[in-house]
Structures are given as C-alpha cells and as structure tokens.
C-alpha cells in the first residue's frame, strides 16, 4: 500500500508535466514559429478611422525602414539613465526607443542590448504616447504628425525636458517630460487657453505594438500581452486571445477610476499609470488590417476655462519587470502612506499608491505562494550573492522545514524494510487470494505500528513547493542570465551540456533541429545534459533506500522512475533540476542515518 501510494503520487505529477511539455510547449513551438513567419511576410496596409469623440486610432499605413532610418527620420530629445538609453520623438512626442542598459539577448558579454521600444515604421514598432482629444472638430490638436520644439537635447534624472506646440488657434500645449533612475517616467501636459473662449478636452494614453513579438508564450504557464489593473481587479489577455477571437479580433473595455494598462511580456513592461482619481475607460485590442496590438485610456473631458489652463501629471512605465523595484512603486510612487506590515509589504494591499502593480510579474494563480516563495530567495541571493548558491540554501530551509514530516515517513520506510522478509512469508502463503493477503498484511502493519502511507507524504508535499520554485526561475527576470558555477551560465535555461554532442566533445550545433517540427520535440526530449544525469543517478540512489514492492510490476515501474524523470525533466530549467538532485541528496543523508539508527541494512 506504502508503494502504490509512492507510485501514485509520482506518477501523477509526472503526468501533469509529461502532459504539459508534450502536448502545449512542444506543439506551440512549430505553431508559433509558423505564425511568425507568416506575420513577417504579411503586408500591412489601409488606414484606421477614427470615430468622432475618441482618440486618435493608431495610422496602419505604414513604410517599414530599419530602426536606424526610423530614428533618423525626425529630430528627437535624447534619455539617459543609469538604466536605460534612447530618445523621443519630436514629431508626436512619442516615447518609441529605449534600449535597456541592464540587459543583453543572450549570456554573452558582447550580445546587443535589449532593445525595448522602436519607432512604428520599423517592422516590429512599438512605442508608447499620450495627447488629447475633442469632440469639437474645428479644434486643432497635436497628432502623430505634430512637430513639438523641445528646451533641451537630453532627458536625464533631475534634468528635465520640455515639450511645447501652439495649435494656430490660441492653445498652447506644454508636455514636460522627467525619468528617475530606473524605468519610470512622469509625464506632465498643460493646456493654456488664450482663443477667447472655453474648451473641453479629454485626455488618452496608449501602447501600441507592432507585429506579435517572437518568443512570445502560447502557454498557460505564462501569460504575455495585453494587462491592466481596473478598480483594483488585474485583467490578463494573452496575444492569441486578443487576436484570434473573431475576424476583427477581440476588443476588451473595462471602466475604471486610476489603474494601470499596457503591455507586458516574460521580463518586460511597457504601461500607461493616469492619475489614480481619474475616471477612465480603458481599451485593449487587435487590429488584423493594421497588424498591431492597441492599449488605451481615454479620461473624462476636462474643461480649459478662456485665459485660463488646464494641468495633468501622469506616469509612464518602460522597462524590466524587476520585482523590488514594481513593489516599490506599488508602495510609493506617490510618495508612500506610512509604514506596511510584513504581509502588505510582500502582496500589497488596497491602500497601496499604485495596486496590484507588482503583479505585472506573473506568479500565477498560486501567487500566494510564489511570491513569499521569491522573497525569500531574493534575501539570500542579497547575503551569498549567487542565485544558484541561494536555491541550495533555500533546499535546506524546506527540508528544514519539512524535517517532522519527513522523519516520520523514512522511519516508516525503515520499518517496512525490516518487515520485507515478513511480508514475503505472508505472500508466499496467501498468495492465491487477494483478499486475505491484504487483510493479513494491514494486521501486520497494525501491530508493528506501520503506516504504509507515510512514505507518500513528502513528496506529495513537495509537488507545490516544485512547480512554485519552476514559477519563480521561470517568469523573474532575476534569474534570468543568473550564472552557478562551471558551464552553468543561466539558471532559468536548460543545462547547455547535452549527450547529443558529448558535453561538447563533438563540434556540432543540434539546436537546429529544434525548429523541424516533431523532430525538434524529439532532440528536446533526449537533450540530456550533466545536471539532468546528476538528478536522475540521486534519485535512482534515493529509491535503492527504499523497500522493494512485493508486486513485480510495481517493483519494475518503482525501477524505471529515475529514468523516466530524468528524460522528462532536462528541457527544464538548470535551477529546477539542481534544487531537485540536491533535495536528492539532502533526503538521502537523512533517510540513512534514520536506517542506520534503526539499525537496518543499506
């Protein structure tokens, strides 16, 4: 019974990610790399209409040039932060290039940056504005086209950059740019009115992206696309739904007073944040004609008195999903109110300056658990400076934890060990009935005081702490290129050794086959690297401690684990597996001493 519960419990988490990585991450690569390709073939033409009384609607008529001719089209006002570097655009006051100071596309020193923001003529723009809008027609407002003159060359912490337009009409427009120093812009507009007579205008923010972007996930395991943040309630509309619901694409309204809405992928955001009072509807579509995603905001009209003005501040989210860092803003963007508890500190609450907005970082549905999950990780890497040091420390911490539970159970696992020859006796003289045998070996087990389901009860206990380790080293951008030791380089990727080329030893490149549908799910399957085989051999180590079923088909499936785990579990992250070989261990020393006190035979 001890062993079928084992089993079970193995089984059915093996399942759940067999399942998983077989059935949506493999058959979502080939798609999603057909529809890329298809995306970058498709031509992109017809002008969007605007609607009277809304915002100006993003122009899909578009000649795509390289970033390098895009940027050179127009005057601009350059940024520099510690962080990241790029300019706006004079014509429209656009903010579309940032490039992320932090950040390279691969492990290797000399790889490019991230590249965050373009300008919308080049094939994959993405950029983010604000203006205004009116219902009156005859009212001249700035657009896309807008030619703003700017009191500066640079944008820099302390420094700040201001924008100015005259309409022609007696309306001048003021637009004050300022970035602190990391990824947060404040963004402030004024209207002066001088025409003789009152005017109502309503202001609007958006995100507009180009093209669905390349790596973008098609699993449940992470949602990429469009987010927001609406009278304190997060919505999440992944690429695929916002694209593919209907011939035009879906389109999401949500009423609102403040929140927060952009677009957000694994490690980076790009969001509007209006004033938290202001009373808004905000919009998240697809255009198929266009080929571009659209987050927007349009507040409520606002009216400019005659010799009169109008002022609004808002902020502008553009950069890496640090963790810290949104809590931070979460907690005080808007200077903070007071001192949080421990609790509110790490979920946040509902007095927070800017709610919910740490969880732009994807920790799932078991956020609950997660995120305290990360915290504490995060406050060891802060001691022991390594993340993959860190993950061994917090092994130790669980199987601390762990610790009663985990006694009981290798305890009960040494007494049905010792019970072994026992059991055998009762199987060889009940053996022709089922029933009897079952009654004798619960009697045993009654008065030897066994419990023959203890043995499932770590395990079963760790599933959770499992896939929240994998949620944490899969969607935080601190793991990400975060280096162990040796060839380890970036514990949120797979180990890079792999027995397809000897662990290097054969000069070949097999990450091409990755591409060729089925085939590429095939190699990813049997790309088995060092750690994998480290995890796999302990595990094998760890089930030899243990009693062998009296069943021989449950002896030889028990057998066939380690190998089945081992295939199953090298496509995962590096991180993953080395928590797992080294939970391994830890669970090895302990059951042996526990033996070797109860005096049985290893």
């Given at each position: 019974?001890?062993?079928?519960?084992?089993?079970?419990?193995?089984?059915?988490?093996?399942?759940?990610?067999?399942?998983?990585?077989?059935?949506?991450?493999?058959?979502?690569?080939?798609?999603?790399?057909?529809?890329?390709?298809?995306?970058?073939?498709?031509?992109?033409?017809?002008?969007?209409?605007?609607?009277?009384?809304?915002?100006?609607?993003?122009?899909?008529?578009?000649?795509?040039?390289?970033?390098?001719?895009?940027?050179?089209?127009?005057?601009?006002?350059?940024?520099?932060?510690?962080r990241i570097k790029g300019s706006i655009n004079l014509k429209g006051a656009r903010l579309d290039d940032l490039v992320l100071k932090d950040y390279r596309e691969t492990v290797e020193p000399t790889s490019p940056n991230i590249v965050l923001l373009s300008p919308r003529e080049t094939q994959h723009g993405y950029y983010a504005d604000i203006g205004w809008f009116s219902e009156a027609k005859d009212i001249k407002l700035p657009d896309k086209d807008t030619a703003w003159q700017a009191d500066g060359?640079?944008?820099?912490?302390?420094?700040?950059?201001?924008?100015?337009?005259?309409?022609?009409?007696?309306?001048?427009?003021?637009?004050?740019?300022?970035?602190?120093?990391?990824?947060?812009?404040?963004?402030?507009?004024?209207?002066?009115?001088?025409?003789?007579?009152?005017?109502?205008?309503?202001?609007?923010?958006?995100?507009?992206?180009?093209?669905?972007?390349?790596?973008?996930s098609q699993t449940y395991v992470l949602h990429e696309g469009p987010i927001g943040v609406f009278d304190k309630t997060l919505q999440e509309h992944s690429y695929g739904s916002t694209r593919d619901e209907g011939e035009d694409g879906a389109k999401f309204t949500y009423p609102s007073t403040g929140g927060w809405m952009g677009i957000s992928d694994k490690?980076?955001?790009?969001?509007?944040?209006?004033?938290?009072?202001?009373?808004?509807?905000s919009n998240m579509f697809y255009d198929p004609k266009g080929d571009f995603y659209q987050v927007e905001f349009a507040s409520a009209k606002q009216q400019v008195p005659t010799g009169g003005s109008a002022t609004r501040t808002q902020h502008l989210f553009a950069g890496a999903k640090v963790v810290n860092m949104l809590a931070n803003y979460r907690d005080n963007l808007y200077g903070g109110r007071?001192?949080?508890?421990?609790?509110?500190?790490?979920?946040?609450?509902?007095?927070?300056?800017?709610?919910?907005?740490?969880?732009?970082?994807?920790?799932?549905?078991?956020?609950?658990?997660?995120?305290?999950?990360?915290?504490?990780?995060?406050?060891?890497?802060?001691?022991?400076?390594?993340?993959?040091?860190?993950?061994?420390?917090?092994?130790?911490?669980?199987?601390?934890?762990?610790?009663?539970?985990?006694?009981?159970?290798?305890?009960?696992?040494?007494?049905?060990?010792?019970?072994?020859p026992k059991m055998q006796e009762l199987k060889e003289k009940y053996g022709d009935d089922r029933t009897k045998l079952n009654q004798e070996m619960m009697a045993l087990y009654k008065r030897e005081k066994v419990n023959p389901a203890a043995g499932c009860l770590?395990?079963?206990?760790?599933?959770?702490?499992?896939?929240?380790?994998?949620?944490?080293?899969?969607?935080?951008?601190?793991?990400?290129?975060?280096?162990?030791?040796?060839w380890i380089r970036d514990l949120s990727a797979p180990d890079p050794t792999s027995v397809l080329n000897l662990f290097g030893l054969i000069p070949w490149d097999y990450h091409v086959l990755f591409t060729i549908p089925l085939l590429g799910t095939l190699v990813h399957f049997f790309s088995i690297g060092v750690w994998p085989l480290i995890m796999g051999f302990t595990m094998w180590a760890q089930m030899r401690l243990n009693p062998t079923p009296p069943?021989?088909?449950?002896?030889?499936?028990?057998?066939?684990?380690?190998?089945?785990?081992?295939?199953?579990?090298?496509?995962?992250?590096?991180?993953?597996?080395?928590?797992?070989?080294?939970?391994?261990?830890?669970?090895i020393a302990q059951q042996r001493l526990i033996m070797w006190r109860m005096g049985v035979k290893t």
């Open positions: 019974m001890e062993n079928k519960n084992v089993i079970l419990a193995i089984v059915l988490s093996a399942a759940i990610m067999i399942a998983w990585y077989a059935f949506v991450q493999g058959p979502q690569m080939a798609k999603q790399q057909a529809a890329q390709q298809a995306q970058l073939e498709a031509q992109k033409a017809q002008q969007a209409q605007q609607p009277a009384g809304q915002p100006a609607q993003q122009d899909a008529g578009r000649t795509v040039v390289s970033r390098e001719e895009a940027l050179a089209q127009s005057a601009r006002v350059s940024i520099d932060n510690p060359t640079a944008l820099a912490p302390d420094k700040p950059v201001t924008l100015t337009w005259d309409n022609g009409q007696g309306l001048t427009f003021a637009r004050k740019f300022e970035v602190d120093a990391d990824y947060m812009f404040t963004v402030t507009d004024t209207v002066a009115n001088a025409s003789g007579q009152p005017v109502e205008l309503a202001p609007y923010g958006r995100v507009v992206r180009y093209g669905t972007p390349e790596h973008a490690y980076w955001l790009v969001s509007q944040i209006p004033p938290q009072n202001e009373a808004l509807t007071g001192e949080r508890s421990w609790f509110a500190g790490i979920f946040g609450s509902d007095e927070a300056d800017l709610p919910m907005f740490d969880r732009a970082v994807d920790f799932g549905w078991f956020f609950f658990l997660t995120k305290p999950l990360f915290v504490i990780l995060d406050k060891i890497f802060a001691v022991v400076g390594n993340f993959g040091v860190a993950i061994l420390c917090l092994t130790v911490l669980v199987k601390l934890a762990m610790y009663p539970l985990a006694n009981k159970s290798y305890r009960s696992m040494s007494k049905m060990k010792i019970l072994g770590p395990i079963v206990v760790q599933i959770p702490v499992f896939y929240a380790l994998y949620k944490v080293i899969f969607v935080t951008i601190e793991m990400r290129h975060a280096p162990f030791f040796g069943d021989p088909v449950q002896a030889r499936i028990f057998a066939l684990m380690p190998i089945i785990f081992t295939f199953m579990l090298a496509p995962f992250a590096a991180g993953l597996i080395i928590y797992w070989a080294w939970n391994n261990t830890l669970s």
